[in-house]
Structure formats: structure tokens, C-alpha cells
């Protein structure tokens, strides 16, 4: 059976161009610096593997794999060796052909792992020099709770506006504040203590428009049934 794995960074990235209808759905949401084999989804994956229940898995690109190259070719050795072809649809590329490892395919792999790993880099320094010239300014406003502040609402949603967004995005799936924890705490950008969380929740910075929220689990019902 052919598996397909997706990866977006958040609930709300558009996942119409990595579905398919023709396999087996394993869905990650989270960075793609997170080692694949420490994402629940690719977990999944790996176990389907082990049981013989997959023989192929396609990806939209490598870099739904990851975006640091010695992680993205360890994931690679790891499913070759098991006699596994790992197709990259958005270049037309097979890891295996007839049983055996495509050398191209490990080649092209690499370079493009390498080009995934600098555009995170840069990323990271946009990030930085973005923090500088904003801290230049005296509108920067660091991580975590200021000194002497009380944590009202507005100040929690001045410091926690991203795990704000991700986790209504999450619970708007159907997912619960346990599970969106769990997510949450797997990317370094958003991690936050459990009881900040439920605080969140209790204060109503939670709630989810009820329009947005019927579309989501819709969706999120059609990617059930994929993965039924």
C-alpha cells in the first residue's frame, strides 16, 4: 500500500496541494526543524512500515521531510534500508527503481536538503535582524512574562498571540487542549506551561468563530475518512 505523508507548520496552511486521494493519509502539524523521527504523525508512518502495512510513500517536497539535511538523509537511509521507495512528487523523483537505490535520486536529494537547511538559516536570521531593528525602536516585547506585570488580557495576548492563533486553529479541528498542548510543545517558538494555556482558555482568548469553526471540522472530518 502507498502512504502520503504531509507536513504544514500550522492548522490553517492550505493542504489541498500535498492531499491525495490514492493512499494512506500520515499528517504532521509542526515545524520542520523537529527531527522526523520525532513527530507523531511520521511515528505513525514508521509503524505501518514496521508491519509491512506500507511498501511506498510519496511527499509533495523534501522539505515536508525536514529542513536540516542530515536529519532529511537519515530518514531517507532509514526507509531505504528498509526496502522503501520515497517518491517526491513536485520533481517527479523515486529514492528506489526495481528494488534498488536510485543514485540520482540520493544526489538530488542532498543538494536539496542543503538548500531546505540554508533557507531555514536565513530565515532565522531575517528573524533576528527583524528583533534588532524592532528592539532599536523600543517595540520589541521579549518572550515570557515581563517583571511586575499581572498577566491581564492584554498583556497575555501581546506575549502569547501565536500559541493564541495555532491553538484555536487546533481546537477548531475537533482537537482537545491536552492534544493542542502536546503540539504545541513540540515547536521552541511556541512552547508554553500547561496552566498558561488553560488560563488562555479560561479568559475566552480561545474561542473559536463558530463559522470557522464548522469549516474546520468538516475538513478535518474529510482527512478521517482519508485516513479510514
Known sequence: MKAIYVRVSTPNQNLERQLKKDGQLFIDICSGSIPFMNRPGA????????LKKVDSIQVNAVDRLGRNMNDILNTLKFFTDLGIDIHLENIGLHTMVDGKTNPTAQLVIAILGHIAEMERDNIKQRTKEGIAVARASGKYVPKGRPRGSKNGVVVMVKHFGKQIEFAKGMLAMGKS???????????DDLKIARGTLTKLKNEGLLDVDKAVEKKNRQTSNALNMNLN
Open 43 to 50: 511515528i505513525d508512518l514508521i509503524n505501518a512500515v514496521k
Open 177 to 187: 487542549l491536552n492534544q493542542v498542548h502536546k503540539q504545541l510543545c513540540q515547536v
